[in-house]
Nanobody
Framework: QVQLVESGGGLVQAGGSLSLSCAASGGTVSVYTMGWFRQAPGKEREFVASIRGAGGRTYFADSVKGRFDISIDGAKNTVRLQMNRLQPGDTAVYYC?????????????????WGQGAEVTVTV
C-alpha cells in the first residue's frame, strides 16, 4: 500500500501563497490518480483537486479553480498543490490521497490511501 506524507503547511496572510507537497513511498505517483482534499473545523472533508497521473487531466473544486494548481514530480515521486491568492475560507487540514488511475478522483470514495494531513491557516 502506498504511504503518503504531506509537508509545507503553515500560516499565511490572505492573498499570499503556499505550496504543499506529498511524498509517496511504496508506489509511483505517476501511474495513479492523486488528489488533495481538505477538512475545516466542524465540516466534512471536501475535494480540492486531482490529477490523473503525470501530465494527466486535472480537476478542481469550483472554490479553488484559477487559484490552485496540482502537479506531479515523477523524479521526486511527489504531488504538489500550489495555492495562490489564499483566503481565510481556505483554512483547513489538507490531505493527500491516492486512487486507481481509472478514477477521476473527485470523490472521497475513489481513494484507497491517505496521508495524515497538513494544516493550513490563512489570516486576514
Amino acid at each position: 500500500q502506498v504511504q503518503l506524507v504531506e509537508s509545507g503547511g503553515g500560516l499565511v496572510q490572505a492573498g499570499g501563497s503556499l505550496s504543499l507537497s506529498c511524498a509517496a513511498s511504496g508506489g509511483t505517483v505517476s501511474v495513479y490518480t492523486m488528489g488533495w482534499f481538505r477538512q475545516a473545523p466542524g465540516k466534512e472533508r471536501e475535494f480540492v483537486a486531482s490529477i490523473r497521473g503525470a501530465g494527466g487531466r486535472t480537476y478542481f473544486a469550483d472554490s479553488v479553480k484559477g487559484r490552485f494548481d496540482i502537479s506531479i514530480d515523477g523524479a521526486k515521486n511527489t504531488v504538489r498543490l500550489q495555492m495562490n491568492r489564499l483566503q481565510p475560507g481556505d483554512t483547513a487540514v489538507y490531505y493527500c490521497a491516492q486512487a486507481s488511475i481509472l478514477r477521476l478522483g473527485r470523490s472521497r470514495n475513489d481513494y484507497t490511501s491517505w496521508g495524515q494531513g497538513a494544516e493550513v491557516t490563512v489570516t486576514v
